[in-house]
């Protein structure tokens, strides 16, 4: 099993994963915040500001703590497209896994999970929005 750093995640190409996540979340979503590692924040409250409310969520939930539901995930595949996503303890918080993005032919579902789990915690230390989606 892999262990992965911040050093090691290419940014994402934001409109890449936008076409990605228009295709895989269900039609009623549709405001969503994309930061630099790829996670997804999405904003089901059409009153909220979806970067205010990104920034805050990510910052409550983002962090990884052992032990806690901070440190839970689950993965499911995404719909109509080759990858995984993965969710967690907050319902609005997410990442896409590509295939590509694991070294393994058959990955377990442990070794999906925590390079989500990684790529949210960068995503939180490095805190950087680069796509919103109004």
Same mark, same amino acid.
């Given at each position: ?36 590692? #790829?996670? $997804? @924040? ?13 920034? &805050? !969520?990510? =910052? ?22 080759? #990858?995984? $996503? @993965? ?13 590509? &993005? !694991?070294? =393994? ?30």
């Amino acid at each position: 099993m892999k262990f992965y750093l911040e050093s090691e995640f290419d940014e994402v190409d934001p409109n890449t994963l936008n076409v990605l996540w228009k295709k895989t979340l269900p039609s009623e979503i549709t405001r969503w915040a994309i930061f630099k590692y #790829g996670t $997804i @924040v999405l904003c089901r409250d059409s009153e909220r500001d979806v970067e205010e409310y990104a920034l &805050e !969520i990510i =910052e409550k939930w983002a962090p990884m703590a052992p032990g806690t539901p901070l440190g839970d995930f689950s993965v499911g595949s995404a719909n109509n497209i080759p #990858g995984w $996503i @993965v969710s967690y303890y907050h319902e609005d918080i997410g990442n896409y896994i590509a295939p590509e &993005e !694991i070294d =393994e032919e058959e990955p377990s579902i442990l070794t999906i999970g925590l390079l989500g789990r990684a790529k949210r915690v960068a995503d939180y230390d490095a805190c950087e929005i680069v796509h919103i989606e109004k």
